[in-house]
């Protein structure tokens, strides 16, 4: 049986068919995003003309070492595809992204492309968003402050359940590329993704937040019994 590394390997692969020759690439960030990464430099390696914008400096620091041609937003500010992971999808292919505490480059890497097709093994697929904690990011000034405001605007759309600080393993507060840091909120089930998205966005010292809702146009599913492929044409 395939293990949950080939499983999102093999979702890898088969996104890799939707890129062409010339594309601008969004490159996500995440286990699954490492083996796109490593299999588009195989094809790099083979004639393949691209060019990526990496969504974290993990990523980048991957492309960089594998010879994947790469440039910054702002040099590429229109992207042809991003493909990158979740770590919930769906319904819809509303997403919860930010386990690997990406969630702002991701989203902004996200929105530049014309289509997100995400990858993943299929046990990322839900009927409802929430069991995996929504992560939100916030500026270091005035945490405390900003996550009871949080925790009330939460409860306000419907939702409840504890808000923790992201730490790293040696027990100090987890620091993004952006130098902000994560809250992660444990919600258990997201009734209503859009309500609770606006609600969280309208605290002052939100960031931005884990939801991505109406990105997703794909998600290629690798599971025990091949890929599967499932599409949202309502996605930007
Ligand atoms: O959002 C992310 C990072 O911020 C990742 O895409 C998400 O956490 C999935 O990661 P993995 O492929 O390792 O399961």
Redesign the pocket.
Known sequence: MADAEDL?RRAAARALEYVTDGMRLGL????????FVALLAERVAGGLKVVGVP??EQTKAQALSLGVPLATLDEQPELDLCI????EIGPGLA?????????LR?KIVASAAREMI????ET?LVGTLGVFPL?IEIVTFGVVATTRRLESAIAAAGCAGELRLRHTKDGKPFVTDQGNVIVDAHLGQIADPRRLARAVEEVAGVVEH?LFLGLARRAVLAGADGIRVLEDQTAA
């Open positions: 999102k996500g960030t995440g286990s699954t995003a490492k083996h969504t974290s990158d992971g979740a770590d997403l919860i992204k930010g386990g690997g505490g990406a969630l991701e995400v990858i993943a093994d990322k992560p884990g």
